[in-house]
């Protein structure tokens, strides 16, 4: 690594990262942590600059010695107050860069200059000046400005050689935007970019803290009031919450001695569904959808000209995003690549491409199919309605669970069927395991069963169905799930076309394969004619002359178009020079 | 090269050998007789080999320039399928003859053979050399990919550990509010009223009171007991995990290690230190495991953030 290294940095409102390609490949620098470090300011009680979690950790203690979000303030000449001192909101940013810089000299155990620093797309040339200007005064050389959906599109596509419009929806921790951009030969135009600069994954922690305390107050008649080491505590309980119905349909929070009323210890038990978390943000949700929309129409673009959808930010992890966005612009969302860092793997990248380095898309185990079950569609009353549970590109490994009820009053068994494909008609896609969950409670229709599906690395692919109010369980595994199904299905299908439409059908099938042959035979040809003149020179005078007769034997077989000959005389050549090896 | 061809050469060179050096000697001795004629004759006869599509060193040979049943035919067809087949050393297809030119074709095709020999042999010890570097290639990999192994095995050792462990930690901090809770429900240093004399009426539920307050205070202390026996027992476990607990009670707020998640007036002078803990910390070598979340004693409630 002799060269000077450049470093990809996220500069978020909430958090900023640093990464660098390395020989395993793009990576997010971590330093006994997880890579991710809050984009806070704050002056200690010693006077020292602390940035990160620690600035972030004393906010309480010393709000007035604290700054954060300064994000939103690029680019103004509003200075912002730190101790005693103001600071210009670069010179703030520039704490942030330093000590991403520092970050990076540590882990890469070299000086570090240069940088590739994202913004996003909506910035003005004011704000992205400032965001150099930064860069300078943390000691960086800011060799390019990248917009932020430029970088996510960069991390799963690194070499984008064809042109796409690719929309990146980004809900992080605070903000909310959306993109479309327009990537051709490495050029990257933005088409529009909208956004909503205050709404985040905070919004939706706060929607369930506001739950249960309302939970606790006509529950246990506990009043938390401005008892603010309780919320801190319900608030902690919401966003582990939040994070496990992204893959579970239900999420227990327990927290004991909440509080005490008369005198008694008061413990909060209180389960969370999906469905009431969804109800609970959908309305922020839908707004985002509008923003969608906003851009579209910004863009003048129809959904279906849109290439790719990628996710970035955490808050994309919820599944009514992805869910809704699917039936808004009709294909699925990207989540494969880790959503909070994405865009600085794309920085990283950019950086990596800056100093001439070949670097590949950030690689990731995803699954290639979907995986799902059979169910009656209660609204049309199909029996056959495909429920996909795993969805294709989901990064492995992966569980998902989801709820379904019985159709029957006193429904003693349900059939399981384990699916692969896509077809929402569940009969055209391939049954690869089914199951018979038998025993069930005598108990009106609308029984609870609990299905989750987990899939790994090596396609092992285990069913779990649990019946919600009994806890009666089975356990099925499914091996080698991700094998393509789909070729032996359509095997079949071309056979029985082959069938049907007789020799006719078959002897363009000849055509076909005999003109492919031909093409792999100039292929060849050319590659043993090319070996042949390299190895003349080390050949005995004796070979050199029959190499030169054959050579010239093949060109007149060429010009004649005597595909014969020209096969015989290549074997011929092939021959000789097999020996001269 | 790849690996058959190499491994095909080897089986095809051992059980040609014998027949070789006969050939070869056989070679030697007879243009040794006929000298410069003999060499000058071979281009022209090898040329005449490839043009009628007979390739002596192959199996694929197509058509002999005489009809079938020409004495001639049989032999170059004989000769061809010698070189073809290596089963077994063939008797050298060559039948006596006077005709010198039929002799010399003959010879060339042996020479052919020779030059072939040759090639393959040297191409196979080049084989066998490449295959040794590629060997020790190998081995220098597998040496430093077992290396990187074991530093991949314990980073994931030490991060499911730590997945795991957290799990754990939420655990203990429901243990430390028990026992919190237990100390608060402790009647200990509150008073009972006694009934004065003259009142012997009370007297009796007087002491009714007294044994059922003392036996509620026994039960408490056992159940303090074992919750604190029960955090011990965790702390041992953390130790042995090589995990220290972040310290709190009473030390002084740090940043670092700590999350402020509230403020409290300080009672006393204890401004800047740790009032309450309400997540515990840990921290494993350099790496925070998880911050301790606290509540930090300040000197007057502060105000909200100014921007």
């Known amino acids: 690594m002799s060269q000077e290294p450049i470093i990809g940095i996220d500069l978020g409102t909430t958090n900023s990262e640093v990464a660098y390609v390395t020989d395993q490949g793009p990576e997010v620098l971590k330093l006994h942590d997880e890579g991710i470090v809050p984009s806070f300011v704050a002056l200690d009680g010693n006077g020292r600059v602390i940035v990160g979690q620690e600035a972030r950790n004393q906010q309480m203690v010393n709000p007035r010695s604290t700054v954060s979000s300064i994000k939103r303030k690029m680019g103004t000449t509003e200075k912002v107050r730190l101790g005693k001192e103001h600071y210009t909101p670069q010179e703030i940013s520039a704490f942030i860069l330093k000590a991403l810089k520092k970050r990076a000299e540590t882990v890469l155990k070299q000086p570090v200059g240069k940088a590739v620093i994202t913004v996003p797309a909506?910035?003005?040339?004011a704000q992205r000046y400032a965001t150099r200007e930064a860069g300078e005064m943390a000691g960086l050389e800011v060799v390019r400005i990248v917009n932020e959906p430029t970088a996510a599109a960069l991390a799963y596509d690194a070499r984008q050689e064809q042109s796409q419009r690719v929309l990146v929806y980004d809900l992080g921790g605070g903000?909310?935007?959306?993109?479309?951009?327009?990537?051709?030969?490495?050029?990257?135009?933005?088409?529009?970019?909208?956004?909503?600069?205050?709404?985040?994954?905070?919004?939706?922690?706060?929607?369930?803290?506001?739950?249960?305390?309302?939970?606790?107050?006509?529950e246990h008649r506990l009043k938390a009031g401005d008892d603010a080491v309780l919320k801190a505590r319900l608030k902690r309980a919401a966003e582990k919450a939040k994070i496990q119905l992204s893959d579970y349909a239900y999420a227990m929070i327990e927290e004991d001695h909440v509080g005490r009323v008369r005198g008694v210890p008061v413990h909060l038990k209180y389960e969370l569904s999906r469905s009431e978390f969804e109800d609970l943000v959908r309305e922020d949700i839908m707004g985002t959808m509008e923003a969608v929309s906003r851009a579209l129409r910004d863009a003048a673009v129809l959904p279906g000209a849109i290439d790719k959808i990628l996710m970035v930010g955490g808050s994309t992890r919820i599944p009514m995003v992805s869910d809704l966005l699917e039936e808004k612009l009709g294909q699925r969302p990207h989540l494969e690549i880790d959503p909070d860092l994405c865009v600085a793997l794309g920085a990283g990248i950019q950086a990596a491409i800056e100093t001439g380095r070949e670097v590949g898309s950030v690689l990731v185990d995803v699954t290639p199919y979907t995986f799902g079950t059979s169910a009656l569609d209660s609204t049309t009353?199909?029996?056959?309605?495909?429920?996909?549970?795993?969805?294709?590109?989901?990064?492995?490994?992966?569980?998902?669970?989801r709820p379904f009820y019985t159709v029957q009053d006193n429904q003693e068994a349900v059939n399981i069927e384990v699916l692969q494909g896509e077809n929402p008609d569940s009969r055209n896609n391939i049954l690869i395991g089914e199951f018979y969950f038998k025993g069930l409670s005598e108990v009106p229709s609308g029984n609870e069963i609990l299905m989750t599906f987990s899939l790994d690395v090596n396609g092992l692919l285990k069913v779990h169905a649990v019946e919600k109010e009994t806890g009666k369980e089975i356990r099925g595994v499914v091996e080698n799930a991700m094998r393509s199904f789909d070729d032996e299905k359509i095997d079949d299908s071309k056979q029985r076309i082959d069938e049907l439409w007789g020799e006719e059908e078959g002897e363009e099938e000849d055509e076909e394969s005999s003109g492919e042959e031909a093409e792999d035979v100039g292929a060849s040809l050319d590659e043993t004619v090319s070996k042949a003149r390299s190895m003349m020179k080390e050949a005995s005078e004796e070979d050199q002359e029959d190499i030169i007769d054959l050579i010239e034997k093949i060109e007149d077989a060429r010009k004649r178009s005597d595909e014969k000959s020209v096969e015989q005389l290549r074997e011929e050549l092939e021959d000789l020079l097999y020996y001269l090896e | 090269m790849g690996k058959s061809r190499i491994a095909m050469k080897l089986s095809r060179l051992g059980k040609k050998d014998g027949a070789l050096e006969k050939i070869s000697r056989t070679l030697k001795a007879f243009s040794k007789k006929t000298g410069a004629a003999c060499r000058a004759a071979w281009g022209w006869t090898a040329g005449s080999f490839r043009k009628g599509g007979l390739r002596p060193w192959s199996s694929r040979s197509a058509s002999i320039p005489f009809p079938p049943g020409d004495w001639r035919y049989?032999?170059?067809?004989?000769?061809?399928e010698w070189l073809a087949e290596v089963e077994s050393p063939p008797p050298l297809p060559v039948e006596p003859s006077?005709?010198?030119?039929?002799?010399?074709?003959?010879?060339?095709?042996?020479?052919?053979?020779?030059?072939?020999?040759?090639?393959?042999?040297?191409?196979?010890?080049?084989?066998?050399?490449?295959?040794?570097?590629?060997?020790?290639?190998l081995v220098s990999r597998l040496e430093s990919g077992l290396g990187s192994l074991e530093a991949l095995e314990s980073a994931i050792r030490e991060?499911?550990?730590?997945s795991v462990f957290l799990h754990f930690a939420d655990l203990r901090d429901t243990l430390q509010r028990g026992l919190r809770e237990v100390e608060r429900s402790s009647q200990k240093g509150k008073f009972l009223w006694k009934p004065p004399p003259g009142l012997e009426s009370c007297e009796e539920g007087y002491q009714t009171a007294l044994a059922r307050f003392q036996g509620y205070e026994?039960?408490?202390?056992?159940?303090?007991?074992?919750?604190?026996?029960?955090?011990?027992?965790?702390?041992?476990?953390?130790?042995?995990?090589?995990?220290?607990?972040?310290?709190?009670?009473?030390?002084?707020?740090d940043p670092s290690t700590m999350m402020a998640v509230g403020t409290r007036p300080a009672e006393g002078g204890e401004e800047g230190t740790v009032a309450e803990e309400l997540v515990s910390g840990y921290t494993r070598g350099e790496e925070v495991l998880r911050s301790a979340q606290v509540v930090v004693a300040v000197a007057r409630p502060v105000e909200e953030a100014a921007d």
Do not use: W
């Open chain 2, 74 to 80: 049989e032999v170059l067809s004989d000769f061809a």
């Open chain 2, 159 to 162: 991060k499911t550990e730590k």
């Open chain 1, 381 to 401: 009353g199909t029996p056959y309605l495909y429920v996909p549970l795993i969805h294709r590109n989901s990064k492995l490994p992966v569980t998902k669970s």
């Open chain 2, 218 to 253: 026994t039960a408490l202390e056992q159940f303090r007991q074992g919750y604190a026996m029960a955090l011990e027992r965790f702390d041992r476990i953390l130790t042995h995990m090589g995990i220290e607990k972040v310290p709190v009670a009473g030390c002084p707020f």
């Open chain 2, 98 to 137: 006077n005709d010198f030119v039929e002799v010399l074709a003959e010879l060339a095709a042996l020479r052919q053979e020779m030059q072939r020999q040759n090639r393959e042999q040297q191409a196979v010890g080049e084989g066998m050399a490449r295959m040794g570097e590629a060997h020790r290639e």
């Open chain 1, 175 to 218: 903000t909310f935007d959306v993109s479309i951009v327009t990537i051709e030969s490495g050029v990257v135009e933005v088409m529009a970019s909208t956004g909503n600069n205050h709404l985040g994954g905070d919004d939706f922690d706060d929607k369930i803290v506001e739950v249960l305390l309302k939970h606790l107050e006509t």
């Open chain 1, 122 to 125: 909506y910035f003005t040339d």
